[in-house]
């Protein structure tokens, strides 16, 4: 795939750059590494300062960056400068938490293991690779370069080939703030290039946001290499209402959970598994207010929804659509790929799913969402735990004791009651079975790529 930005929105390539040469990628990997070396001997205090003036270069940043994730990948340009001011937070969180979460914890009763003391520290591990996605461009890299960062972590950066100003971008962002020279570097290489990079000697580990086939990829070189790996792959998160559900909330969130990010987040609400008493109205409501959707420019500030990324990821999307079509399924709303330029897709809302349809397993990334008709709560988690997938997953009830059995009961590594899955820094974030495993944010998300240490003494 070309390193180039192609506008989704008009189909129009609108810059290309060269991938970086074997000794420009070593190079940088011999930067990060020289700055690791420099950076682990800093202290929380002097880190917390860069990472804080880094924020203040983000926020300061926010428009240019914004018009930037919008013609890069077509997010609506409100969103984008949501997605920029989110970065500066998470930044500004481990600023202020990092010493806390990585402080040295002393065991109670050192006489227990016959010590005087005993007490267990976390050390930063060295260079840290992130293979990142171009659906949140920013966020994605952000999640993971501010901890590591304040870990005392260096980080190189593979970004997706469609967000290179991004990648660029972010090449010097930290540097801006203060941080050593070389303690963030892009890497402008295709995926063929990333195993090399793993397999060095000086990347001690790597994490991937990214789909299923690149992560178990990943996860084989850095299981080949003996390295940590943290895997965020995709995900068919479902989204359960129950009798009790305010349904008007309910499919009002539907709505934004669905087709946030023009549909093309993994943590979005992709299957709606609506409980018999309340379907009909869920199904109407939910309809309307996705026909309702204003598609278009996603420069204008009254836009809903813009365009799919790529043109292969609305290809995708179309493809599953007919596939479930020809299989059966209702379309309730959509369905239907606009006839303008650009990468576009109809809000599209389908009913009548039967196992044989690719959308019942595969993962919708985009502006899609499919119905499922259930008798009672046993049938609810039976279709949520189907798929091979694990991220996140919503459940909207007012009753206590559902509300406890769908918290046990669904395979996911979160479950949001009574709202959309969203990812805070207070909040670990990750998933299991084919989602990945590993976690990010929270106190977990820093000391995922330290050496978790322990010191006995006598």
């Known amino acids: 795939m070309a390193i180039a930005t192609v506008n989704p929105t008009t189909g129009l390539t609108e810059k290309e750059f060269q991938a970086h040469a074997p000794d420009e990628v070593e190079r940088r990997i011999g930067e990060a590494a020289a700055a690791h070396a420099a950076l682990r001997l800093t202290d929380y205090t002097e880190r917390a300062v860069w990472m804080r003036a880094a924020a203040d270069v983000l926020e300061g940043d926010v428009d240019d960056l914004a018009t930037l994730l919008t013609i890069e990948m077509g997010k609506p340009i409100a969103q984008a ?29 050192p006489s227990a293991v016959n010590a005087s003391s005993a ?6 591990l060295g260079v840290v690779l992130a293979v990142m996605p ?20 260096t980080g190189l ?12 971008y972010l090449d010097t962002l930290f540097e801006r703030g203060g941080f050593p020279a070389g303690s963030f570097r892009t890497l402008l290489i295709g995926a063929g290039a990333v195993g090399d990079v793993i397999r060095d000697s000086r990347v001690k580990a790597v ?5 299923e086939p690149a992560g178990r990829s990943v996860a084989a070189i850095a299981g080949e290499q003996v390295k940590k790996a943290v895997l965020e792959l995709g995900g068919s998160d479902p989204f359960i209402v129950m009798p009790s559900a305010d349904l008007d909330a309910a499919s009002t969130t539907a709505v934004k959970a669905r087709v946030s990010n023009n549909g093309q987040s993994c943590i979005a609400g992709k299957r709606f598994i609506v409980h018999t008493d309340v379907y009909d109205e869920f199904a109407r409501l939910f309809s309307e207010k996705m026909a309702a959707l204003t598609v278009g420019d996603p420069m204008d500030e009254a836009t809903d929804v813009g365009p799919i990324a790529t043109e292969s990821g ?5 493809d599953l659509v007919a596939d479930a079509v020809a299989k059966g399924a209702a379309v309730l709303t959509g369905g239907r790929v606009p006839d303008r330029a650009g990468w576009f897709y109809e809000p ?12 019942v397993m595969e993962e919708a990334f985009g502006p899609v969402a499919t119905l499922y008709r259930v008798a009672d709560r046993t049938e609810a988690v039976a279709i949520a735990n189907q798929t091979t997938f694990g991220l996140s997953s919503s459940v909207w009830t007012n009753d206590d004791a559902e509300e406890a059995y769908f918290v046990g009961a669904v395979d996911a590594g979160a479950v949001f009651i009574n709202g959309m899955t969203v990812s805070y820094p207070e ?26 240490k322990t010191v006995w003494k006598a």
């Open 81 to 109: 400068r949501a997605e920029v001011l989110k970065c500066a937070k998470n930044m500004r969180f481990y600023a202020e938490h990092a010493e806390l979460f990585l402080a040295e914890e002393p065991l109670p009763n």
């Open 207 to 211: 994490t991937l946001t990214g789909s």
């Open 348 to 359: 599209t809302v389908l009913a009548d799913l039967s196992d044989d349809m690719r959308l």
């Open 134 to 153: 171009w659906n949140y461009p920013l966020w994605q890299v952000i999640r993971f370069a501010a901890p590591a960062l304040m870990a005392g972590n």
């Open 157 to 168: 950066l593979k970004h997706a080939s469609n967000v290179p100003q991004t990648a660029i």
């Open 427 to 452: 909040l670990p974030f990750g998933g299991i079975k084919d989602s990945g495993y590993g976690r990010e944010l929270a106190a977990v998300g820093i000391q995922e790529f330290c050496n978790l």
């Open 119 to 124: 007490f267990t520290r976390y050390d930063p």
């Open 314 to 318: 609305r290809d995708e999307i179309a």
